[in-house]
C-alpha cells in the first residue's frame, strides 16, 4: 500500500463547470476525511466518513459541494457549478478506527483552479 | 476565531541555528499533532502529544505539550535547509475530526 492517493493533482475548470475528485485511502483505514486549503491558511475541514457514513460535515460544505464514499473504500469529491472561491488545495486524509496515535495520513491533494 | 494559534507567521534563520515554534488552543485539548508541509504537498505527519508535560523528539525536532496552557511547541536544534516547510500543528477534536492552525512557514538560509 503507497498511502493516500488522490487524482488528479491539479484541475484546472471554468466558472460554472462541475468537478470530481478522487480520492483512495489507504486499505485497511475506516475513516476517511477531505480538507480544503488555501494560499497561507491551514487545512479547513469539510466531510468525514466511517466507512461508507457521512458521519459530520461543516457549514463550509455548501449545497454545491457533495461527497461519497459508495463502499467504504475510495470517495469521490464534486462541485457543481464552480465558483472562483473554490480555487484551493483539497486534501483527503485517512486514519484508522482504532487510533490516530498516528496522525491522519494525508495525499499530496489536489490543487483546483477555478478561471 | 481559530481554535488553534500558531506563532510567529513566519520565521527565517540562519542555518545551524535553533528555532521554536508555538501553538495554543481555545479548547480543551484530547490530543495535539505536528506536521509539516511542504509547499504544495500534502501533510507529514511529525509527532502526536497526548498527555500533559509529554515531551517527543524525531530527529533534531522536540515537541512538548502543556496541558493546562492548552500550548504547545515545537523546538528544531541546529536547523538545516531541509528543515524548510510549513508546520502546522492540529489537534483532536470530541467530534473525531482534526483542526489546524494557519501553519508556521520556516525558511532556513544556508
Known amino acids: 500500500d503507497t498511502g493516500v492517493s488522490q487524482d488528479p493533482r491539479h484541475k484546472i475548470t471554468k466558472r460554472g463547470q462541475n468537478v470530481t475528485f478522487r480520492c483512495d485511502p489507504i486499505s485497511e483505514h475506516n475513516r476517511l476525511y477531505w480538507y480544503r486549503q488555501t494560499l497561507g491558511q491551514g487545512p479547513e475541514f469539510l466531510t468525514y466518513?466511517?466507512?461508507?457514513?457521512?458521519?459530520?460535515k461543516s457549514r463550509l460544505l455548501s449545497d454545491r459541494f457533495s461527497a461519497e464514499r459508495p463502499k467504504g473504500s475510495f470517495s469521490t469529491l464534486e462541485i457543481q457549478r464552480t465558483e472562483q472561491g473554490d480555487s484551493a488545495m483539497y486534501l483527503c486524509?485517512?486514519?484508522?478506527?482504532?487510533?490516530?496515535?498516528?496522525?491522519?495520513?494525508f495525499g499530496s491533494g489536489t490543487r483546483l483552479t477555478v478561471v | 476565531s481559530q481554535e488553534l494559534e500558531q506563532s510567529p507567521q513566519s520565521l527565517i534563520v540562519q542555518e545551524g541555528k535553533n528555532l521554536t515554534i508555538n501553538c495554543t488552543s481555545s479548547k480543551t485539548l484530547y490530543g495535539l499533532y505536528w506536521y509539516k508541509q511542504k509547499y504544495g504537498e500534502g501533510l507529514i505527519f511529525l509527532m502526536m502529544?497526548?498527555?500533559?508535560?509529554e515531551e517527543k523528539s524525531h530527529e533534531k525536532i522536540t515537541a512538548k505539550l502543556d496541558e493546562k496552557k492548552q500550548q504547545s511547541s515545537l523546538h528544531i536544534t541546529a536547523s538545516q535547509p531541509s528543515h524548510a516547510g510549513i508546520y502546522l500543528c492540529?489537534?483532536?477534536?470530541?467530534?473525531?475530526?482534526?483542526?489546524f492552525g494557519a501553519g508556521t512557514r520556516l525558511t532556513v538560509k544556508p
Open positions: 502529544l497526548q498527555k500533559g508535560g
Open positions: 486524509a485517512s486514519s484508522s478506527l482504532t487510533g490516530t496515535a498516528n496522525g491522519y495520513t
Open positions: 492540529g489537534a483532536d477534536r470530541d467530534s473525531n475530526d482534526m483542526r
Open positions: 466518513f466511517q466507512n461508507e457514513a457521512q458521519l459530520e
